[in-house]
């Protein structure tokens, strides 16, 4: 993931800036040598970052991993005009259109109005999607406590450190069998299938990621209530991002490289896919 390390190391200065005060705000720019670099929101989750390098006039934007939802846990993607735009391709394919956030979380509510005597446990990826998900549930009214796998309890306390106000959350593993259900339970994927789950009444299980629009990822995993709720672009946001920053050049990496340089080179520009070594497709 592109934006993994650049992510980390972001939260790693804002929590020292905290004390030192002197945090790079989005937008600022610092001199490197020769080149001018500024950070710019990537809308992926806290803290990720695009990073913009300007020399000799030429401009290239790193997107890393982005989205264009609103997300009420983290800055928005800013499109930033560029000569060269390196774009993830996580869900480039035609195919990959995300329902509205909103539709997913009102499935989740609906199937636990349905089955009240079970507990809804969802897979969600630690980093920016568990709080997203809690957060979109606080949106949709839903002020119950979410309980969660400890696995998910540290970063959830850095969200909060940084302002993002979580609600009630919860231990799922000190909490007594009954208390569980109808509740919601959040956990990291691996758990899922992980003698943990076992202890959980008649588990609705459930998994929040974009490969989730795939039925046959969803029975693989034995997912029964898939939601389609991703912190990557799909196709049409894609498209549009690579039209909105102005780019002659586009590079494509990390996803579905061939049909995103057909749809930029359609557009009449210049495009080719970027191969990094030791990248694979995560969990998201």
């Not at 009240?116 to 839903?142: N, W």
């Not at 008649?202 to 969803?218: C, E, H, N, T, Y």
Request: aromatic share 6%.
């Amino acid at each position: 993931m592109l934006a993994t390390e650049p992510t980390l190391a972001i939260m790693r200065r804002r929590q020292v800036a905290a004390v030192s005060e002197e945090a790079i705000a989005y937008g600022e720019r610092r001199r490197i040598g020769a080149v001018e670099v500024s950070f710019h929101p990537a809308g992926h989750v806290l803290g990720s970052a695009q990073i913009r390098l300007e020399h000799g006039g030429c401009r290239v934007v790193v997107s890393g991993d982005y989205k264009r939802r609103p997300d009420p846990t983290c800055a928005g993607f800013e499109p930033v005009v560029c000569d060269v735009f390196v774009t993830e391709a996580t869900f480039a394919l035609p195919v990959f259109h995300h329902p509205p956030d909103a539709h997913e979380i009102g499935r989740l509510l609906a199937s636990l109005a349905l089955f009240p005597e079970r507990a809804h446990l969802v897979g969600t990826y630690p980093l920016g999607k568990c709080q997203r998900l809690v957060m979109l549930l606080r949106q949709s009214g839903y002020d119950r406590p979410i309980f969660i796998h400890g696995a998910l309890a540290s970063l959830c306390d850095l969200y909060r450190a940084f302002g993002v106000a979580l609600g009630d959350l919860r231990s799922a593993t000190e909490a007594a069998r009954e208390d569980l259900k109808g509740q919601i339970v959040l956990a990291p994927p691996a758990a899922l299938a992980d003698r943990w789950s076992r202890r959980l009444p008649d588990p609705v299980i459930g998994l929040a990621s974009g490969w989730m629009r795939v039925r046959q990822r969803a029975r693989q995993r034995g997912v029964e209530l898939p939601l389609v709720i991703s912190d990557h672009a799909d196709w049409d946001e894609l498209t549009r991002t690579i039209l909105e920053v102005e780019a002659p050049e586009i590079w494509v990496t990390h996803g579905r490289e061939e049909a995103l340089i057909h749809y930029a080179a359609s557009r009449g520009l210049r495009a080719r896919a970027l191969n990094l070594l030791g990248f694979e497709e995560e969990e998201e």
